[in-house]
């Protein structure tokens, strides 16, 4: 069984700093999709980005950046110039590519908090 | 842009009740899913529907749970008799392809009381 660990429970930082969210992640697999989605307090689930395993370009969106390290098993979140919109939870999510009944494997996720 | 939509946003139950919740997924999809996230907690995976059939479930997805596609827009998540910690919000989510992101809906409060 796949897992996705997230080990910073809650991070702080200024507006217009930049922060780094942390994910790990366990399986046997060797193709499969890694996601980051966050959470304001409306507890909607908003896709940030997306990473396919077999791509070895690490994927931006905007803002937002991954440093994906396979042989690490590691997927970490980079926000640059932060703002007070990107106060949320962020979780980080795994899938296996091989089908469409496997359902996302999401981490404990990490509390965000932009101050002013 | 299409988006999943769920009713209704948060509904109030007695224990022993039956619920259902419902969902529109995206209106080409064709793999659908639900998830539970207990207050607090990380969001997990409780059942997959392809084809008009259960792909996959997890073990939280006992008898009480079922779904169903009663038509071609609505995708259903029933408890038959709610427990104290089926309180938590559910998610519908639904993809096109299985290379594609799952889109999630906003979500259901479900408070039982």
């Known amino acids: 069984a796949q897992t996705v660990t997230q080990s910073q429970p809650e991070m702080s930082v200024q507006e217009a700093e930049t922060v780094t969210l942390s994910c790990t992640y366990d399986?046997?697999?060797?193709?499969?999709?890694l996601f980051w989605y966050k959470q304001p307090p409306s507890r909607q689930m908003i896709l940030v980005i997306r990473q396919e395993a077999y791509k070895q370009q690490n994927a931006t969106e905007n803002r937002f950046s991954v440093n994906f390290q396979k042989a690490a098993k590691s997927f970490s979140l980079k926000i640059s110039d932060s703002q007070l919109g990107d106060t949320a939870m962020y979780f980080c999510a795994f899938i296996n590519s091989g089908g469409g009944a496997d359902g996302l494997t999401f981490g404990k996720g990490t509390h965000l908090i932009i101050q002013p | 842009e299409p988006e999943v939509t769920q009713t209704p946003s948060h509904q109030v139950t007695q224990m022993g009740q039956e619920v259902i919740l419902r969902c529109v997924p995206i209106s080409n999809h064709l793999y659908f899913y639900w998830y539970r996230q207990i207050l607090g907690q990380k969001v997990e995976f409780l059942v997959s529907f392809y084809n008009n059939e259960i792909s996959e479930k997890s073990e939280i997805f006992d008898d009480q749970f079922s779904v169903e596609r009663p038509d071609g827009s609505n995708f259903t998540l029933k408890i038959r008799s709610t427990k104290l910690e089926d309180s938590a919000m559910y998610f519908c989510a639904s993809r096109g392809s299985p290379a594609d992101t799952q889109y999630f809906g906003p979500g259901t409060r479900l408070t039982v009381l």
């Open positions: 399986t046997s697999e060797n193709n499969y999709y």
